[in-house]
């Protein structure tokens, strides 16, 4: 039977099958840079967890154990499109430029303190989530790092997390190492290292630097290619580096 004829008649089943032997050697083309850049649907699992099936199920299976432990793992945060991830960002560009009269270049220095450039958040990816403790009740904005330290609301959940996170293969992406670059210390933001890490992988393939010129939001005028060299490596690639 020719391939084709096979692929037809045998339907959804034969064609899983008839793809199969290409997945092993087409790893190059596992992610789409649509799907890295958040502009694409993709099945993601869990009510208020929103990852893909295999970090949720780590997820879950981690969430049981810090429960055991007194600890109620709950995502503030998780998958996000790009078109959320633009909303944000210009959101805050016409805050702080508008009202805060700050100078473009400036308003976006602030804003990747802490969020990305469309196209660019992990949070694109379905492996990344924030997340607390919800049996601590905490006033005001949650994710502060000061509220993860010595004697502060979440001070069990980050030594909780210290000790177990990473036999649920959840690493934390922006550490406290010093002289890390990029973006500040964020103790609440954990990636699924068997998925994050070959998609960072992937991502790193592309030209990032050309994906983002031709980008058209508030802003994106003042990406010299200075500037866009700067956020590929420090705010893209200076990370935890078991997430490399
Ligand atoms: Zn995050």
Known sequence: MER????KKSGVAGLALAALPNLAFSKDFEYSILE????TDIKLYGKGINLRKEAHDAFVEMKKAAYGDGIDLKVVSSYRSFERQRSIWERKFLKYTDDGNMAPLKAIDKIIE???????????????IDIVDGNRKVEGDM?????????????DFKKWMDENAKDFDFHL???DTPGRRGFKYEPWHYSYAPLSVPMLTEFRRKNIMQLLKNEDFYGTEHFTEGFLTNYIQDNILDINTELL
């Open 143 to 155: 994710l502060v790092p000061s509220k993860f330290g010595e004697g502060e609301p979440y001070a």
């Open 173 to 175: 992406v922006y550490t």
């Open 36 to 39: 890295l850049m958040g502009k």
């Open 114 to 128: 802490y969020s990305t450039i469309p196209g660019t958040s992990r949070h694109h990816w379905g492996t990344d």
């Open 4 to 7: 084709r004829a096979f692929i």
